[in-house]
């Protein structure tokens, strides 16, 4: 026995007080508290602090390492990771037993298992999210050059992102970093999450005594599939003509569309200088909560920011003042006057864990209210709409609204 070497990052607690001396499986301690999380292979355990919840995962030495150093490359990333906090070695033990070390990391906010989302012996109406959500988040990783390795529906967890779904990768123990994958590294990365996700939904249709043939086990096919749509859209090289620049534009919005940022685009003649080859180098898929933030300083998921910046704007056009500091009056007047005290009153009455989220739901609702009538709503009037309803989250058979009139 003896006293861990901790290495913990500042804005954190020390985490001295926990009993490093046993196994995460002995500890009986006042910090512990349950929460929700999906099937681990390793040990984990979850602590309160003044500072938040974070989360406890034992580990040989040279997984802790590895999975701490990958967590701390994607949190410049990417948005939908586990961000790591502390690293924890028990010198006095054998560096290969799954005790030796430890990562900590901040428990996702308002997120859940895939078991929350199953219907019957598959995903019902959140199928189309779920496909989406994974499939989005291999895409983010793959292109800063992560193999996962791993990649399954228990290695990630889940949040509500306006009327999508949001997946955040959680283990990273089996990753690689790489400055670029092969085609070959890609199609083995998703081989994997394939033979892992068949076996998830066999799993769950056996638990519940459905025949295996009800098992959506071709869900990772389709994950694949849509994988391959937007790898090919991030991706694909364009060739135009000199009097083609609107084009340049375009695919700009079609990729900022999807949430991710462009970091710069590649230009170079094609066919005797009569044609333009336009590769575009994308970044992260943070383009709508980055925008939300430097304008707003509001936190929030990618399609959360995406919703909520369109009312802002609707707002600011209502306004009239394209000019710079026009915007910025707006901008302010926008937060303190209508974003600020919804999200009090949401806080107040609403029945959900996660504000910015039932901020989308209720910016959902008016334009609901707003489309029947065929003219704007009253943010109050839509506000107390949404409350006699009961608030009413977004139907997962409809896609979420565009422009958030009212």
Known sequence: ???????????????????????????QHERLVEMPTGVHRHPVAFVAYDEGIYAIKE????????????????????????RPVGLVERDWMDPHDEGASAVITRYVDHSFPYRRLVSGAGFGERRTQMLDA??????????????????????VLYRFDAGEIEAIMIDGETSELHASLSDGQRRGDIEVMKENVAGEMTDIAAEIGEDLDAADIGLGVDIERRYDALWTELTSELLITRDDAYRIRERIARINDLGFSVDDIEMTPAEGGNLVRMVTHVGGRTFNSDTLRQRTGIDASENQAKLILSDLNYYLAKDGDVSATGKSVGTFKWLTGRYEPHVRLI?????????VQGYCDYLNHRVALASARGSDVEPEEAFRSWEAAGFPGFDPNSAPPVVAGG
Request: glycine content about 6%.
């Open 134 to 155: 994974l499939a989005g988040l291999l895409v983010e990783l793959h292109m800063v050059g992560l193999y996962w390795g791993d990649c399954s529906l228990s290695n």
């Open 59 to 82: 580990l040989s030495r040279r997984l802790a390492n590895n999975e701490y150093r990958v967590l701390r490359f994607l949190e410049e990333q990417s948005h939908r990771t586990a």
């Open 347 to 355: 806080r107040e009455r609403w029945h959900g864990e996660d504000p």
């Open 1 to 27: 026995m003896g006293t861990p070497k901790l290495q913990i990052r500042p804005d954190n607690p020390d985490f001295l007080d926990l009993p490093w001396e046993s196994p995460l499986d002995d500890w």
